[in-house]
């Protein structure tokens, strides 16, 4: 008997990342280095290595990441890199089961050496013209400057912002609805699926989960008749309690009928007697009053 367990499959894109909010204005200078935190598993390092370099390499061993994957620091070849990195990764959902917003900003030489105990250490940066400077160069020749702007523009600006962040995560989930023909061809490879649609990805058992299965609806299927049966001798003694309940009953009243006949035949009896002894006795009666009145006619007579 082949047996078959069927498996339904929901398609997600675990590595897309999702924008919350637009990036905050950074607190640390521009340089090549980037600290990334609130990360959460589960994630591989490689998806994060992946994320991290769309815009730009990393130099070699520029990576470091903790034990427990929160954190990690992330060195770019170059500045323009770091930056467009920063600008694309601060405030999205990163992966899209992360419950947390992503924290990316620019760091330094001092904060990698104390964060890694000098795992992972600095020495220059690569700007766009080809010339290697160091990371205090770096903050030096590009000042963070934060332009104050009235607050009707603020506000304004905002509004922008949200609608841009409303309509970029409808495009977002609109996506992560439409499953990827690399990841269906995937499946395809992977399970059976049914003809009819929606399709249902399956796979048959094999030998030994199908014996198991068997095994399983053969105990099953003793236990439910082991149960009928119980209950079926659970009925027949309670109908055997009934009937003789019911017997008992019928006898008893059955005796109560014969009882109360005897008493109606009783009292007949008595009855037709005294109706006997009051006939016997008016008749005597009657047979003393003709004598008397006998008498008393032969004494007239003889008078």
């Keep these: 008997m082949l047996s078959y367990v069927f498996l339904f499959v929901v398609i997600v894109d675990y590595n897309q990342a999702v924008r919350v909010r637009s990036p905050l204005t950074n607190r640390n200078p521009p340089s090549c280095v980037l600290h990334i935190a609130n990360l959460v598993r589960p994630f591989a390092q490689s998806q994060l290595r992946e994320l991290l370099t769309e815009d730009g390499m990393l130099v070699n061993n520029g990576f470091w990441i903790n034990k427990i994957k929160s954190h990690c620091f992330a060195v770019y070849e170059s500045i323009d890199a770091a930056i467009a990195t920063r600008n694309r990764l ?39 013209d080809g010339n290697s400077i160091t990371v205090k160069e770096v903050a030096k020749e590009t000042p963070v400057v934060e332009e104050k702007k009235p607050l009707d523009a603020v506000a304004k600006e905002e509004v922008v912002q949200v609608e841009q962040t409303t309509k970029q995560d ?87 009928r014969e009882k109360r006949k005897k008493q109606r035949s009783n009292s007949k009896q008595r009855s037709r007697s005294r109706s006997r002894h009051r006939s016997h006795s008016r008749e005597k009666q009657r047979s003393r009053s003709r004598s008397r009145h006998r008498s008393q006619s032969r004494d007239r007579h003889h008078r």
């Design 90 to 128: 601060d405030g999205v959902k990163w992966p899209v089961t992360n419950p947390k917003v992503l924290g990316v900003d620019f760091s330094n030489d001092s904060e990698v050496l104390k964060e890694t105990d000098g795992a992972l250490a600095i020495t220059s940066c690569m700007v766009t």
């Design 170 to 256: 409808g495009e977002v989930q609109e996506a992560e609805r439409k499953p990827s023909e690399s990841a269906v061809n995937r499946l395809d490879e992977l399970f059976k699926k049914t003809i009819s649609t929606p399709q249902i990805y399956w796979l048959p058992l094999t030998t030994e989960e199908g014996e198991k299965r068997l095994a399983a609806i053969k105990a099953d299927e003793e236990l439910r008749r082991q149960r009928r049966e119980q209950r079926q001798k659970e009925r027949e003694e309670k109908e055997k309690l009934e009937q003789e309940e019911r017997e008992k009953r019928r006898k008893s009243r059955e005796e109560e």
